[in-house]
């Protein structure tokens, strides 16, 4: 029985960019609007946060932005975030402190999924091994080391797991090294199925299109891992939530009240 009680999809800003980034090969010179996510599950044994979204410092303060994301490696800018949109203030909407997460769960290492981890420094942080070591490597520009320039409680995985009863880590590689999706089964409603930045929309799912950007440049593996989601999904009868899919994540926002 899923331990699962109650579940919030929480924005934590937007970026606005090439829809390529998203669909690779397809969309050149559209311009999306993306959500910046991060979930909340709360359980009959702690809370446990799927991803954190962007360190708002790097944001809000000039120098810095200019330093991270204003030159030629992010051509689309900065992502847009408020002071209001920060973790710890969304968190206390909902009546909670950021200490009353007990787990961060990271999709992947990239700045717009792990940039807020210095503000949930007393949690512990699921991540898994190659995904820590490319982030560590700097493989691509979506990584930012200073991202973890703070006491982290890293627990480091390799592979599949359950984090509780009802709440399940899926392997998804091919978007980055140790991409991570996971499976939540709601005590009332049809499982959701978190895609992460393996399905940024549900173009991706629909037509199979890889991310704009993949590990290695390795598209097939992405798109084995869309197909893995679509093959679990239809097994448990679970809806797939793509990560970055306004048009979607409007259809299901409901922030305040809650998922069950």
């Known amino acids: 029985m899923t331990q699962v009680k109650k579940f919030w999809p929480i924005l934590t800003g937007t970026h606005r960019y090439e829809k390529t980034l998203s669909t690779r090969g397809h969309g050149k010179g559209v311009i999306i609007d993306a959500p ?7 359980t009959s044994n702690g809370r446990i946060l799927y991803d954190v979204g962007c360190d708002y410092s790097k944001i809000a303060d000039a120098k810095k932005r200019k330093s991270f994301y204003e030159h030629d490696g992010f051509p689309f800018g900065p992502p847009q975030m408020s002071e ?14 950021k200490e009353d997460v007990d787990v961060v769960f990271c999709s992947h290492l990239h700045f717009d ?5 210095c503000e949930m420094c007393h949690a512990e942080v699921h991540v898994q091994k190659k995904e820590l070591e490319a982030a560590k490597a700097l493989a691509d520009e979506a990584y930012f080391l200073e991202d973890f320039d703070c006491p982290i409680h890293w627990r480091i995985f390799e592979g599949e797991y359950d984090l509780i009863s009802g709440v399940r880590a899926i392997e998804t590689p091919g978007h980055t090294a140790g991409h991570m999706s996971m499976l939540i089964e709601l005590p ?51 809806e797939i939530w793509p990560n970055h899919d306004m048009k979607y994540f409007k259809s299901k926002n409901r922030f305040g009240e809650f998922f069950i």
């Open 188 to 238: 009332k409603g049809k499982p959701i199925l978190l895609a992460g930045d393996a399905a940024d929309l549900s173009e991706n799912l629909e037509k199979e299109i890889a991310p704009g950007l993949c590990w290695q440049d390795n598209e097939k593996m992405a798109i084995e891992s869309i197909r893995k989601l679509k093959s679990i999904a239809a097994e448990v009868g679970a």
């Open 84 to 97: 209001e949109q920060r973790l710890p203030n969304r968190l206390a909407e909902l009546g909670l402190k």
């Open 36 to 42: 910046i996510l991060a979930y909340l599950i709360e």
């Open 113 to 117: 999924h792990a940039g807020g981890l």
